[in-house]
């Protein structure tokens, strides 16, 4: 099957000059459903790139753990003694059982339920009990698969590309766009969670653009100059600007990060949103609010309130455009140059993770 894969992904300038002087074209409608495009994103997207996986007061004490399946990778992260943490795939070196199963909790030493198999805070093999004395027994290459933990504001980003980029240049603009816009204090608000019949590019898609914000979303179109909304691309992401109307201070800076991480800064708070595959057909969104050091947690609902308003929004439409796009009649359609330069450049790094393929 031809996808139209292109080799090298074009840069945020080659973008905007491609805008200007052509059509440009959405990716095919069946890499919103296709399992083998899935299963090419999982390995040469998902797997490549850091992924937020939840916060960090979550695993706060020595021993405790949080476990995460992003795009269906099981992995945990440990708090060690030491405070730091380390992360590693869920998977147990014998026959692949997974060796923790809750969400969080803690633990004292990781012993698979399966057959008993014990390893170290560093993933190391302590002991196999009651294997038999196999002959050249590896022990000391049967360590955990380790991956790369880091953080940033109060989250907890994992890597399985051992030999990637270090989170903070991963982040580049967008770390110092938020360390401008969002309140010099914060603390954790609360987590919200939703599960959409959609692929997660679609929500990316509805992510990346202000064009639909005028009948779509009512009630931020209200609050911002729309006219003057912009989006502009960085070298893996991008910023959106809509600037504030009248006395509203609602809208602020938007942002995401290939492939699934985004954020919304304002004076009234910091929310992150992730959009985690749950498979070609389903995405889970996970939302993260953060209020302003004190602002009290009941004053801070009504800004919760309008952030899932909007979210209540998108979530409506975005099942209706899967069902269009698994439904064959569509095949792709044209971006708009004005509008939609954040969807165009989303697309060309697509292209580009699967040209690669
Ligand atoms: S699968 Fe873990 S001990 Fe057997
Ligand atoms: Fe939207």
Not at 145 to 151: P, S
């Amino acid at each position: 099957m031809d996808h139209g894969k292109v080799q090298g992904c074009a840069t945020p300038d080659e973008i905007a000059s491609r805008l200007e002087t052509t059509t440009v074209w959405a990716m095919p409608a069946s890499w919103y459903w296709d399992p083998e495009i899935y299963a090419e994103e999982r390995h040469h997207i998902f797997s490549r790139h850091w992924l937020c996986i939840g916060r960090e007061q979550m695993v706060s004490q020595p021993g405790q753990y949080l476990t995460a399946s992003p795009a269906g990778f099981p992995i945990f992260v440990l708090r060690g003694e030491d405070g730091t943490l380390n992360g590693f795939h869920n998977v147990c070196r014998h026959r692949a059982a997974k060796l923790l199963t809750a969400r969080t909790g803690s633990s004292n030493g990781l012993t698979c339920p399966y057959h008993g198999w014990r390893y170290d805070a560093e993933g190391g093999l302590k002991h196999a009990p009651f294997f038999g004395e196999a002959r050249d027994f590896p022990k000391h290459e049967l360590s955990l698969f380790a991956i790369r933990v880091d953080a940033w504001r109060g989250l907890i980003f994992v890597n399985l590309d051992l030999a990637g980029s270090e989170l903070e240049d991963w982040l580049g603009p967008l770390a110092s766009a938020v360390a401008e816009t969002a309140p010099a204090e914060v603390e954790f608000h609360r987590d919200v969670e939703f599960e959409i019949a959609c692929n997660w590019k679609n929500y990316v898609d509805n992510y990346q653009e202000g064009y639909h914000i005028p009948l779509l979303h009512p009630g931020l179109h209200r609050d911002l100059q729309w006219k003057r909304y912009r989006v502009i691309n960085f070298d893996g992401g991008s910023l959106h600007e809509g600037p504030a109307r009248g006395t509203s201070s609602h809208p602020g800076l938007f942002g995401w990060r290939f492939p699934n991480f985004t954020f919304v800064s304002y004076p009234q708070g910091l929310s992150f949103l992730r959009m985690e595959p749950l498979g070609p057909r389903r995405v889970r969104l996970v939302y993260s609010f953060f209020r302003p050091a004190g602002v009290s947690e009941q004053d801070f609902e009504e800004t919760f309130d309008y952030g899932m308003e909007v979210s209540k929004e998108d979530q409506w439409i975005t099942p209706l455009v899967q069902e269009n796009l698994e439904a064959g009649v569509y095949e792709k359609g044209p971006l708009s140059p004005r509008h939609e330069n954040g969807v165009y450049y989303f697309h060309e790094l697509v292209r580009d993770a699967l040209a690669s393929t």
